[in-house]
């Protein structure tokens, strides 16, 4: 499994982006990028995967460069209901249905 | 459609005591997962299951049982609990067996051992 590197946490005030980089030097060419998301008091909920350049859903937006070494976590506009412990996952596609949580980046957003 | 549910939400126990955590889901989903998060730390998985009738070892087995009779059920039991098992547990499911198809979870029961 590739390990992953992100920062402990992070603050923002309302309404600004949010960006969340994670470093995964020794990713696969197998292996996808996921983003969980943890509130307070409440199980993981997935938010995002990709495999390559840029995913964007209606929670998040993913860019992934070329060499696939590092991924960035874009939250727009973010609202005091963001703030949540954000998990980012290096997942094989092709094996192992484990995942593997590490500390995560805790995101507090400020009013 | 209620997802991944877990009973009870909250327990405490007294060392050597034994309890069942209840976990349900009802999504039809083949797998199904038990994870512990001690606090400031990721998730840990202790069992899962492949599924009816099949269960195996996580990360960190020790002191847990499991069991998984029926398909939308899956049972994690302390036989006789420690300090140490003080802690968040959740529950989870997906359909595929792969670790790229997102796993839903419980709401999480809080467990303290005296």
């Known amino acids: 499994l590739a390990k992953t590197t992100q920062p402990i946490s992070m603050d923002s005030y309302e309404g600004q982006e949010v960006n969340i980089t994670c470093s995964h030097n020794?990713?696969?060419?197998?292996?996808?990028i996921t983003w969980y998301q943890q509130f307070p008091s409440q199980g993981p909920r997935f938010i995002i995967q990709g495999y390559k350049t840029k995913v964007t859903n209606e929670v998040a937006s993913l860019f992934i460069p070329a060499d696939r070494k590092s991924s960035t976590l874009s939250l727009p506009r973010v609202s005091l209901s963001d703030t949540a412990v954000y998990y980012c996952?290096?997942?094989?596609?092709?094996?192992?249905?484990?995942?593997?949580f590490g500390k995560g980046t805790k995101l507090s957003v400020i009013p | 459609n209620a997802g991944v549910t877990q009973t009870p939400k909250f327990r405490v126990l007294k060392t050597g005591q034994s309890m069942t955590l209840l976990c349900a889901q009802d999504m039809n989903h083949e797998y199904m997962y038990w994870y512990r998060q001690d606090p400031g730390m990721g998730l840990r998985l202790i069992h899962y299951s492949v599924g009816e009738g099949t269960t195996a070892k996580g990360e960190v087995p020790d002191g847990y049982n499991v069991s998984r009779l029926k398909k939308q059920n899956f049972l994690l039991g302390l036989e006789s609990a420690a300090p140490s098992q003080t802690s968040v547990y959740f529950c989870?499911?997906?359909?595929?067996?792969?670790?790229?198809?997102?796993?839903?979870f419980g709401p999480g029961t809080r467990l303290t051992v005296l």
């Open positions: 989870a499911s997906n359909r595929r067996g792969v670790s790229t198809d997102t796993q839903y």
């Open positions: 020794n990713i696969a060419t197998n292996d996808y």
């Open positions: 996952l290096v997942l094989s596609g092709a094996g192992s249905y484990q995942l593997t």
